[in-house]
């Protein structure tokens, strides 16, 4: 009976109320259509690497043999649409260059094949196990190799792999 009363007596301030809770329902019921709305237009790339390994087999003594050939780097679309890759491979960020010089620098400039990937499809590029190992050599011990992927519409994509002197010491121990 008294919440009955207090009712009818604060019918303003329960007006408010329930005004103020509508506002905020509509608020989160915008929030999550535009969100929605964005999803088929959704753009994203995943990077990811792998180590090619040439392996051979010895006829006469039956042992088999394996060693590095190279690293591939990997570039999946995980997004809705379309995206047409302007690069794809590997870039180091070497911090003992002087101020200023320490922007991301591309270990190879050409890209084959096409550059336009459709969602769930994997493009990759190849880098020789001496290429690689003659571009690292020339950093310091402490520059960052980074997998690098660069679109069309210019946004840039990056996952840190490591330190070039570290990857130096893995490619050339030539054993998987």
Same mark, same amino acid.
């Given at each position: 009976?008294?919440? !009955?009363?207090?009712?009818?007596?604060?019918?303003?301030?329960?007006?408010? %109320? +329930?005004?103020? +809770?509508?506002?905020?329902?509509?608020?989160?019921?915008? !929030?999550?259509?535009?969100?929605? #709305?964005?999803?088929?237009?959704?753009?994203?790339? $995943?990077?990811?690497?792998?180590?090619? %390994?040439?392996? @051979?087999? &010895? =006829?006469?003594?039956? *042992?088999? =043999? @394996?060693?590095?050939?190279? %690293? @591939?780097?990997?570039? #999946?679309?995980?997004?809705?649409?379309?995206? &047409?890759?302007?690069?794809?491979?590997?870039?180091?960020? =070497?911090? @003992?260059?002087?101020?200023?010089?320490?922007?991301?620098?591309?270990?190879?400039? *050409?890209?084959?094949?096409?550059?336009?990937?459709?969602?769930? *499809?994997?493009?990759? *590029?190849?880098?020789?196990?001496? =290429?690689?190992?003659? #571009?690292?050599?020339?950093?310091?011990? $402490?520059?960052? %190799?980074? +997998?690098?992927?660069?679109d069309t519409e210019g946004r840039e994509y990056f996952q840190k792999v490591?330190?070039?002197?570290?990857?130096?010491?893995? +490619?050339?121990?030539? $054993?998987?």
């Amino acid at each position: 009976m008294c919440i !009955v009363e207090w009712c009818n007596l604060n019918s303003g301030f329960l007006t408010g %109320v +329930l005004s103020l +809770l509508t506002l905020v329902v509509s608020v989160i019921a915008i !929030v999550v259509s535009i969100h929605t #709305a964005k999803l088929p237009y959704k753009k994203e790339i $995943k990077l990811s690497s792998s180590i090619d %390994v040439f392996f @051979s087999r &010895n =006829d006469t003594t039956g *042992e088999t =043999d @394996s060693q590095i050939i190279g %690293v @591939s780097v990997n570039a #999946a679309n995980v997004g809705s649409r379309n995206v &047409n890759i302007t690069y794809l491979g590997i870039c180091v960020k =070497d911090k @003992s260059l002087h101020k200023g010089q320490e922007k991301m620098a591309k270990i190879r400039d *050409e890209i084959t094949g096409t550059g336009n990937i459709a969602p769930t *499809e994997v493009k990759t *590029e190849m880098f020789q196990k001496a =290429d690689l190992i003659f #571009a690292l050599s020339k950093l310091s011990k $402490k520059a960052r %190799v980074y +997998l690098y992927a660069q679109d069309t519409e210019g946004r840039e994509y990056f996952q840190k792999v490591g330190y070039a002197q570290r990857l130096i010491e893995h +490619l050339l121990q030539n $054993k998987v």
